[in-house]
């Protein structure tokens, strides 16, 4: 589709306040394929409804995840950079696939358990086939490469999944895409219970580090971080919160274990969690200064999901037309 460049896709959900989970899973590595790669970048506003919203809330974080995909080194003239919803062919094509996808397999999707659980009073169609329509995220595009945090394996394996399906049906209508997950930072815990994944959406604000958080507030909540009774800096089987801690420092520096626990040799947790703060917030320092200058200017920001959506659309809907036509569904020009 893009004269043999290969493809990456990813998305997130302007679900709440992006934290360093979300960047060094995910966000951060985006950029590694705009140099050689057709990118496509997504806030995914549909997949976000799947728990409730407070709508002024989904519009700010809508424009604020498009400013810090902008913020973190995406330039939107290599990347296209758009809104979900304002790209129709993804709830289209959506609709298709949830026709291709069984009962059963999404019955086995963890997060579906987990969400399910956590949102026990709203367990909706849409968090039940949330996995379909990100599905058709990555299905329109052709995408080769997904980079994502390694908690999104599973549904990028039942993407294939579907994909595989559907072209043994009708051949030649996918490419299969692999998932990309980073060696480093593929998952950090929460700071207060570090045997859970840090995410946007816990309510303790204390144990997640936001992308926008302050530098006297990275580093109060690292120093706040629980660790077991020990005190030496070593990488060790059960001790979640050291190990985590190291992987972040590491995440952040590109140090290897090694190297941490020999520059901490002789010191204490408590040396350490400064550092670890310190790596942080000197990392996010330009981002934050990059993301103040965007989100203040709200007519770029749209002029970029503009230009973004129709690219994406240009794409999207070749895909959309090629899998109605093998379907059956009659197309009249004009
Ligand atoms: P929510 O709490 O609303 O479920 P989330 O924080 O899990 O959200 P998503 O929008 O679902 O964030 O994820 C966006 C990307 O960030 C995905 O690729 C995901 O794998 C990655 N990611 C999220 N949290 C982490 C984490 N703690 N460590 C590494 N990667 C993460
Ligand atoms: N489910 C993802 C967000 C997402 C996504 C995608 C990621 C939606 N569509 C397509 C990669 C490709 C999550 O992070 N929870």
Partial sequence: MFQNQPVSFSGVQPSGNLTIGNYLGAIRNFSHFSENYKCFYCVVDE??????????????????????????????????????????????LGWILNCFTMFGELSRMTQFKDKSAKHADNINAGLFTYPVLMAADILLYQTDVVPVGIDQKQHVEICRDIATRFNQLYPDTFTIPEPVIPKSGMKIMSLAEPTKKMSKSDENTNAVVYILDDRDTIIRKFKRAVTDSGTEVRYAEGKDGINNLMTIYASFTGKTFEEIEREFEGKGYGDFKLAVGEVCADALAPVQDTFKRYISDKAM?????????????????RTLSKVQ???GFVQVRG
Wanted: net charge positive; proline share 5%; with cysteine.
């Fill in 47 to 92: 997949h976000a409804i799947t728990v409730r919203q407070v709508p002024a809330e989904l519009r700010r974080r809508t424009y604020e995840t498009l400013a810090l995909y902008m913020a973190c080194g995406l330039d939107p003239e290599k990347n296209t950079l758009y809104v979900q919803s304002q790209v129709p062919a993804h709830a289209e």
């Fill in 325 to 327: 036509k093998k379907l």
């Fill in 301 to 317: 920001l749209e002029a970029q999901m503009k230009k973004g959506a129709q690219e994406a659309s240009y794409y999207a809907n």
